[in-house]
T-cell receptor, first 115, second 112 residues
């Protein structure tokens, strides 16, 4: 199965600043997904990132706030812009296996605290 | 639209007790169903999955059967261990796996 390296693992940021989260996969994947997991809650899909095209955002998430890059089939970044304390969450990237029997693999997450 | 409903936690059990975590779903078409586990400080890991009705997924002593008639995918384990303490998420993916919906998660505490 794919191995995902996500960084940073955690950060504490000042409100109004931006943070870019990186996700590196050890194999080529078509679709990469970015999720947010707020404290004590489930995962919410932010957007789907396909190489060579604009990311597709879910309802409630906009590109100006969460710009995504997908320069190749093994790498993606998510930026959390103009942060506020409400953005404090765990952010996870995920990929779908070519063999669908293996479901999704998740990165270990980025724990973001905005102060 | 599709949805997943999972029993609320936390669930606290003694070691070697029987575990059931209920999960029901609403979906159109033929979704795939998954259980993911999240250990403290880590990302989600696939625990088991089932891709069609009556399939039974199993891994590490955990089992779940895809019941289309009751739209359920309950997670069971006959004898839990302290190391099973984690948050368990039931999830549903549409045909082709382009979008996954997660349940709210159930936190399990196992006492020695």
């Amino acid at each position: 199965s794919a191995v995902i390296s996500q960084k940073p693992s955690r950060d504490i940021c000042q409100r109004g600043t931006s943070l870019t989260i990186q996700c590196q996969v050890d194999s080529q994947v078509t679709m990469m997904f970015w999720y947010r997991q707020q404290p004590g809650q489930s995962l919410t899909l932010i957007a789907t990132a396909n190489q060579g095209s604009e990311a597709t955002y879910e309802s409630g998430f906009v590109i100006d706030k969460f710009p995504i890059s997908r320069p190749n089939l093994t790498f993606s970044t998510l930026t959390v812009s103009n942060m506020s304390p409400e953005d404090s969450s765990i952010y996870l990237c995920s990929v779908k296996h070519r063999d669908w029997d293996y479901g999704y693999t998740f990165g270990s997450g980025t724990r973001l605290t905005v102060v | 639209g599709n949805s997943v409903t999972q029993m609320e936690g936390p669930v606290t059990l003694s070691e070697e007790a029987f575990l059931t975590i209920n999960c029901t779903y609403t979906a159109t078409g033929y979704p795939s169903l998954f259980w993911y586990v999240q250990y403290p400080g880590e990302g989600l890991q696939l625990l088991l999955k089932a891709t069609k009705a009556d399939d039974k997924g199993s891994n590490k002593g955990f089992e779940a059967t895809y019941r289309k008639e009751t739209t359920s995918f309950h997670l069971e384990k006959g004898s839990v261990q302290v190391s099973d303490s984690a948050v368990y998420f039931c999830a549903l993916s549409d045909t082709g796996g382009f979008k996954t919906i997660f349940g709210a998660g159930t936190r399990l505490f196992v006492k020695a």
